[in-house]
């Protein structure tokens, strides 16, 4: 690595490499400050929680829905619920782990990933009926009162992986609006 230096016409030193190099490390020590504060600002998630999670991609879905923290910044969701759609009703089972980041105060986004399992029944071709498996991604912000509620709105995209052939490109959009106790 060498230094070459430069003039221009003000007489003032220009030194391309050495611009870079520090282009490069404060873009390196912005991007450790911005996943630090990631994991810093977090807040203690509630142990419990307990509720309902209404919302479909194309229909109307209802599921009880529980939470366990696994940690200060992890939890796990269990949904168990129906859905009514135009082409189908199905139960279904859905197990999700999420990682929880503080925006500020009450607010907290989260995201995370799973599964789960269920049973349909399509109103136009029977031969589609039956146990379906699927994978689950999921993003959402969230509001934490001081009274213990906490009201959520997410998303959890599920691509089938088995008997979803009934599905549109075996791809659900889940969109849902959360109300939990806190306990």
């Not at 490499?17 to 509630?46: D, G, H, P, R, Y």
């Not at 109307?60 to 759609?85: M, P, T």
């Not at 929880?100 to 049973?119: A, E, M, P, Q, T």
């Not at 399509?122 to 934490?144: P, Q, R, S, T």
């Given at each position: 690595?060498?230094?070459?230096?430069?003039?221009?016409?003000?007489?003032?030193?220009?030194n391309?490499?050495?611009?870079?190099?520090?282009?490069?490390?404060?873009?390196?020590?912005?991007?450790?400050?911005?996943?630090?504060?990631l994991?810093?600002?977090?807040?203690?998630?509630s142990?419990?929680?307990?509720?309902?999670?209404?919302?479909?991609?194309?229909g109307?879905?209802?599921?009880?829905?529980?939470?366990?923290s696994?940690?200060?910044?992890?939890r796990?969701?269990?949904?168990?619920?129906?859905?009514?759609?135009?082409?189908?009703?199905?139960?279904?089972?859905?197990?999700?782990?999420?990682?929880?980041?503080?925006?500020?105060?009450?607010?907290?986004?989260?995201?995370?990933?799973?599964?789960?399992?269920?049973?349909?029944?399509?109103?136009?071709?029977?031969?589609?009926?039956?146990?379906?498996?699927?994978?689950a991604?999921?993003?959402?912000?969230?509001?934490?009162?001081?009274?213990?509620?906490?009201?959520?709105?997410?998303?959890?995209?599920?691509?089938?992986?088995?008997?979803?052939?009934?599905?549109?490109?075996?791809?659900?959009?889940?969109?849902?609006?959360?109300?939990?106790?806190?306990?």
């Amino acid at each position: 690595m060498g230094w070459v230096i430069y003039y221009n016409q003000d007489k003032t030193i220009l030194n391309f490499e050495l611009k870079e190099q520090l282009m490069k490390i404060s873009t390196i020590f912005t991007t450790l400050l911005f996943f630090t504060t990631l994991l810093v600002s977090a807040q203690n998630i509630s142990e419990h929680t307990l509720g309902l999670r209404l919302g479909d991609s194309d229909g109307f879905g209802a599921e009880i829905s529980y939470q366990k923290s696994i940690g200060r910044y992890n939890r796990a969701e269990f949904d168990l619920g129906i859905r009514n759609s135009r082409e189908f009703s199905a139960f279904k089972l859905a197990g999700v782990y999420q990682w929880v980041h503080n925006i500020d105060g009450g607010f907290n986004w989260y995201y995370g990933f799973g599964g789960g399992l269920g049973s349909a029944n399509f109103d136009i071709n029977d031969d589609n009926d039956g146990l379906f498996v699927f994978a689950a991604g999921n993003l959402g912000i969230e509001y934490d009162f001081d009274i213990p509620l906490l009201i959520s709105i997410d998303i959890r995209p599920e691509i089938g992986l088995i008997g979803f052939d009934g599905f549109d490109n075996d791809f659900l959009f889940d969109f849902a609006l959360g109300l939990r106790y806190q306990f």
